[in-house]
């Protein structure tokens, strides 16, 4: 055995695992996190892990050490996650651009939404009456697994038809789990393109907004006083890195 070691730290999930199987290692809330270091900085200058998109998912998974299926892990975790690992690797101050400026955010000090933990009972699922049509649907929030499927199947219709981009009703599809009491996915994918309002598509999307755990990323630049996103790509994880632009 090594008589090096690697630190750890044990970060908190937005989820505070209340979505997870019982039997589930994130059911703690949890998830043990070791620094980065030098080998795994070299994923983040793998051409082709950049240039298919996994290269954060690669970092990221080399990072966590607590075992779990990846696939499992819900989209607000992993931003937690995400956060947690810059940090260890490279501090709290993040600068950016935005709008033309300079930006700079302490990391640590962002926070995780407040949620109410009595929607949680059922785990990962829910139910939302669409407000237009009245329609009751049953859902579940995403995985890394479910963004995964997402994007190949996105990839795919791209290739049949390079003008179509159907990203929202694609996400949808894969949230809805039944509409009126009917799980089949043919009926659902249907409803999803040939019967869901855009009214009641904003406020499902607005719904989850409120009720998905997750990192609350929102700074709040000049003239923008609601608000909007910190951006996160690569250079989150190492602003020196070179990426052949």
């Known amino acids: ?113 407040k949620i109410d933990e009595d929607l949680y009972k059922s785990g990962n699922s829910f139910t939302f009456t669409l407000p237009h049509s009245g329609n009751i649907i049953e859902y579940k929030l995403l995985t890394q697994g479910d963004e995964i499927k997402i994007q190949n199947e996105l990839k795919g219709l791209k290739k049949l038809n390079k003008d179509n981009s159907p990203e929202a009703t694609t996400r949808l599809k894969y949230m809805i789990q039944s509409v009126e009491g009917d799980n089949d996915r043919k009926t659902v994918r249907d409803f999803v393109e040939n019967y869901l309002l855009a009214r009641d598509a904003r406020a499902f999307r607005e719904n989850i907004i409120k009720i998905q755990p997750d990192v609350d990323l929102t700074f709040f630049p000049e003239n923008r006083p609601n608000g909007v996103n910190i951006p996160i790509g690569i250079n989150f994880f190492w602003p020196d890195v070179d990426l052949g632009s």
């Open 1 to 113: 055995m090594s008589k090096f070691k690697i630190p750890t730290e044990t970060v908190t999930l937005p989820s505070k695992g209340l979505l997870y199987p019982k039997d589930h290692p994130l059911a703690s809330g949890t998830i043990e996190v070791k620094y980065m270091t030098a080998k795994v900085e070299d994923i983040l200058t793998n051409s082709a892990y950049i240039s298919d998109g996994s290269v954060i998912d690669r970092v990221l998974k080399a990072l966590v050490v607590t075992e779990f299926p990846w696939g499992d892990l819900l989209i607000g975790d992993k931003n937690a996650i995400m956060v947690a690992a810059r940090v260890l690797g490279y501090g709290k101050d993040y600068t950016f651009n935005y709008d033309g400026k300079k930006h700079t955010v302490d990391l640590s000090k962002l926070e995780d939404k």
